[in-house]
């Protein structure tokens, strides 16, 4: 069974203190692994994918890395306001419409 | 802008009364998902249209039911709430059935059961 855990379940910054998320992931066959961003009360905005071991994707603060094992959502110099949820999920060979949800990280960047 | 729309943001209804959310999508996109997302929890796949054709995850209870009348909406029906449906509901499309295609959400409609 494919699952997704993500760590830790919440983290507090300070405006400016960069850090981490993480993605473990148990899944057969990885065909690819979505990073999601979501606010109170919205559905989840799309943010990154990844496909590969190794390959990494960079969107203003954010970067995403993966391994055959984990992904990392790295926050550089974070604001208030990309606190969120963050929510990543993976999709497995032969399961075109399944996306197996982690729990989320719920970050929270204090001014 | 394209996106997907969800109506009502919220619905509060009572026990057992039969409730309907809508989603429309200016995406184009041939597949339409309906997750169930509780508090703290993450979204749960209930089904999913691909065209007309229509996929129940085995584990979806059947007093949910979904119509997909036309491309661009796709209708979820609760036909007798209970307290445990209390929920954020979230329609989400993507281009096609394939591995690796990104599923987009609408912002999602929050159920309250009374």
């Known amino acids: 069974e494919d699952q997704v855990t993500q760590s830790p379940e919440a983290l507090r910054l300070q405006e400016g203190e960069s850090s981490s998320l993480n993605c473990s992931y148990t899944?057969?066959?990885?065909?690819?692994l979505f990073w999601y961003r979501q606010d109170p009360g919205k559905g989840p905005e799309f943010l990154f994918t990844?496909?590969?071991a190794g390959e990494e994707k960079e969107k203003e603060r954010l970067k995403a890395t993966l391994t055959k094992k984990e992904s990392f959502l790295h926050i550089t110099a974070p604001k208030p306001e990309d606190s969120a949820t963050y929510l990543c999920?993976?999709?497995?060979?032969?399961?075109?419409?399944?996306?197996?949800f982690g729990s989320g990280t719920q970050l929270t960047v204090l001014p | 802008d394209a996106m997907v729309i969800q109506n009502p943001r919220y619905q509060v209804t009572q026990f057992g009364k039969p409730v309907t959310l809508s989603c429309s999508q200016t995406?184009?996109?041939?597949?339409m998902y309906w997750y169930q997302q509780k508090s703290s929890q993450a979204p749960k796949l209930l089904f999913h249209?691909?065209?007309?054709?229509?996929?129940n995850e085995a584990d979806t209870p059947d007093n949910f039911q979904s119509r997909r009348p036309n491309t661009s909406f796709c209708f979820l029906d609760i036909r007798s709430p209970g307290l445990g449906d209390a929920a954020m509901y979230l329609c989400?499309?993507?281009?096609?059935?394939?591995?690796?295609?990104?599923?987009?959400f609408g912002p999602g409609t929050r159920l309250l059961v009374l």
């Open positions: 990844l496909y590969s």
């Open positions: 999920a993976v999709q497995a060979a032969g399961s075109a419409r399944q996306l197996t």
């Open positions: 249209y691909y065209d007309k054709d229509f996929n």
């Open positions: 899944v057969s066959g990885l065909r690819g």
């Open positions: 995406l184009n996109h041939n597949v």
């Open positions: 989400a499309t993507s281009r096609e059935l394939l591995v690796q295609e990104t599923q987009y």
